[in-house]
């Protein structure tokens, strides 16, 4: 069964850093696309990044240019680097990942982490 364990979430003061990482237990990594996305606190789930298995890379236009994800494929890792948060960036971090055209990132179909959370507060 395929699993992915996030880790790096946690409580930071706005305008700081985080790093999130999530590994996925999963022969042929470099097969994966690969996501982060997140759910506010009363609010629907919204896609935060997502990198292909060839490497190109997409933002959610509310983090571009703070938030840079990327894909460590001997360590099986895909990782999101949080910088200059804000209180809005508050929410539960979901890593996922999935296998096109079989899985598209997002889906039902595709596999999801159990969530960090993720609090920007002073």
């Known amino acids: 069964q395929v699993q992915l364990v996030e880790s790096g979430g946690g409580l930071v003061q706005p305008g700081g850093s985080l790093t999130l990482s999530c590994v996925l237990s999963r022969s042929f990594f470099k097969m994966f696309d690969l996501g982060w996305y997140r759910q506010p606190p009363g609010e629907q789930r919204e896609l935060v990044a997502r990198?292909?298995?060839?490497?190109?890379?997409t933002y959610a236009d509310s983090v571009k240019g703070r938030f840079t994800i990327s894909r460590d494929d001997a360590k099986n890792t895909v990782f999101l680097q949080m910088n200059s948060l804000k209180s809005e960036d508050t929410a539960v971090y979901y890593c996922n990942a999935g296998v096109m055209p079989v899985q598209p990132l997002g889906s039902a179909a595709s596999t999801w982490g159990q969530g960090t959370q993720v609090t920007v507060s002073s």
């Open positions: 990198i292909s298995n060839s490497g190109s890379t």
